[in-house]
């Protein structure tokens, strides 16, 4: 089978394996105080261009969403997200069991907006309610789609007026940041947020995201608040390795790229095909409207998620591609697509 399933469905890229092999018999100091975490978080802040920044490196994107969220805001205080946001509906209710109600709005392409934030904010003026205190964007979002430079700037700049946190999911930051058309750069998002993560899993490594935290007043006692959580990984040493070596020459960069131009080449042979999509995306998350017989061929052979119907003939599949997506995969399934396509047209 070949699996466009999502983009953390192989282990790790060779040079973070090479990495953890060459290192696996060096003694070191646990719970990230080794020196691997420090080399690495020293690369981090030179990428993100902050001195100031702290680095912490946590197993995954739900754990790092809670706990930057459960510790930034006090206990009457709300987060803000658009309706797709992966905090929502994707995290069993991890954000609500600490303590945190979530506030939603549908928002167009999976974006949110200061309007749209502020028709939240406003409808929630009283000690009756909760209060809205940080908003939450995902980028790349759980739709495919990325924010430009001006759409954060604008974002920013609300969350300042109003004394709001401004929180950025890099689960899929590289698939973001190497898309073409994208202007939004690593010291951007520094400059612009208060946190955000850069994601490992769903980017090369075994697991792990890298949590900068640029604001102060987020930064004291963090390292309490990952123990807390159950968050503190005693062989802190296997993140920092596997980080380190994703910011040492590009690496990072290099394998998102890759898993860009795998998607556009499929998306370019699904568009061939004469198919249509739910939204338009350039990312590597695909979001295809497909016969219902032709996706029953398909699924003999490669591995997908439906998405959702769109009537009864037809539906919405998702397809990732990653770092290990290879270019004969991409084109065997192009090739497959046609010739199934083909074959129920001349039924």
């Not at 973070?16 to 018999?25: E, R, S, V």
């Not at 167009?108 to 502020?118: F, I, Y």
């Not at 998702?318 to 399934?333: C, K, P």
Request: proline share 3%.
């Amino acid at each position: 089978m070949i699996s466009f399933l999502n983009d953390y469905s192989e282990g790790a890229h060779p040079a973070i394996m090479q990495a953890l092999q060459d290192t696996n018999l060096v003694s070191t100091i646990g719970y990230g105080l080794d020196e691997y975490c420090a080399l690495a978080a020293d690369r981090i802040r030179e990428a993100v261009q902050s001195d100031h920044a702290q680095v912490h490196f946590l197993v995954g994107g739900t754990q790092a969403n809670r706990v930057l969220i459960s510790s930034a805001l006090r206990p009457h205080e709300a987060v803000i997200t658009a309706l797709t946001g992966h905090v929502v509906d994707h995290e069993t209710g991890a954000i609500e069991a600490s303590g945190h109600k979530v506030l939603t709005i549908p928002a167009s392409q999976g974006k949110l907006t200061p309007e749209l934030a502020e028709r939240i904010r406003a409808a929630h003026n009283s000690e009756h309610m909760v209060k809205p205190r940080m908003v939450y964007v995902s980028n790349s979002t759980e739709i495919g789609t990325f924010y430009s430079l001006q759409e954060l700037e604008e974002l920013s700049a609300y969350c300042r007026s109003h004394h709001m946190y401004f929180f950025l999911d890099g689960a899929r930051l590289g698939s973001a940041l190497t898309a073409p058309g994208n202007d939004v750069t690593l010291p951007d998002l520094a400059r612009l947020t208060d946190a955000f993560y850069i994601g490992g899993t769903k980017n090369g490594a075994l697991f792990g995201e890298a949590l900068v935290l640029v604001n102060p007043a987020l930064q004291q006692d963090f390292r309490h608040h990952i123990k807390q959580n159950g968050a503190m990984l005693a062989k802190g040493r296997l993140l920092g390795i596997q980080f380190a070596e994703l910011f040492r020459d590009q690496l990072y960069f290099r394998i998102a790229a890759h898993a860009n131009a795998m998607a556009a080449l499929l998306k370019q042979a699904i568009t061939e095909a004469g198919y249509s999509f739910m939204i338009d995306s350039n990312t590597n998350q695909l979001f295809p409207i497909l016969p219902n017989e032709v996706l029953e061929q398909l699924r003999s052979r490669y591995l997908f998620s439906h998405w959702e119907k769109t009537s009864d003939t037809h539906s919405v599949i998702r397809l990732v591609t990653s770092w290990a997506t290879a270019e004969e995969d991409v084109q065997a399934f192009a090739e497959e697509l046609l010739a199934i396509s083909g074959a129920a047209v001349s039924k």
